[in-house]
């Protein structure tokens, strides 16, 4: 791999490992995975076994270290804690990265990770897994141009259920906006109409059309990631709201 970049938002789930000479037992059972993201120009690692850990990537893209490991802190059967216990002992110790876009190995001082390329699902499948779960937009570009986010006033995606367990996307913006799960992305996108300055309403259509043409979604501890042809969204996950 010549420019790391390009591991910006892909996903891996390990093969093999090995740290101060100690092979990594794997669970057979439970999606292990790590995920290179650069939301909102801060280049971070996102691991999951047990908890939900993350890194920053200082250096990045022309070398790297893993620094700042922090995490969440559930107890979980003991071969998902070993696995937190090695990422947190050894993707600090990273200092290369070979490999294509099927596979990678992360080598250090005494460690060595083996990843191999996490299957990219469909966006409705993602979708499907996230159920009554809101999060709200941190930094995206479209066009190749940075978003500037309003100010005071959030912009939110969430995805429901409702009564009958049918599965809902909604936003807001200026106004709101949905589409059921089993409409996406042919159906109808419903949404209100009232005013708002323009600096806001703008993002109304953006994130709208972005969610209908959105080509890969990746949900990573609380980052949710979007890509389509001509943009990217980031966004962090908050308490999910109820309507009014």
Known sequence: ITDLS??????????????????????????????????DGTPMLFANGCNGLSGRLVGWPDGFSVQSMGGTEMRCVDDLMAIDDAFYAGLPRVA?????????????????????????????EVFATLADRQWVLVSGTVDGSGLTLPVDQPITFAVTADDQGELSLSGH?????????????????????????????SFDSLIS??????????AMNEMLLMSGDTFDLQWAEIPLAEED
Not at 6 to 24: A, F, H, K, M, Q
Not at 209 to 218: D, H, K, L, R, S
């Open 173 to 201: 913006a200026c106004n709101r906006w949905g589409i059921a799960l089993k409409d996406f992305p042919d159906g109808p996108m419903m949404m209100t109409e009232i005013g708002c300055p323009d600096d806001i309403s």
């Open 6 to 39: 390009t591991l910006e938002g892909s996903r891996w789930e390990p093969v093999s490992g090995r740290i101060d000479g100690e092979e990594l037992s794997l669970p057979a059972a439970q999606a292990v995975t790590v995920m290179f993201a650069n939301p």
């Open 96 to 124: 290369q990265v070979t490999g294509d876009a099927s596979a990678i190995t992360l080598t250090g001082d005494d460690v060595e990770f083996e990843f191999r390329a996490f299957p990219v699902p469909e966006p409705t």
């Open 209 to 218: 059309q972005a969610i209908m043409n959105v080509e890969t979604v990746g």
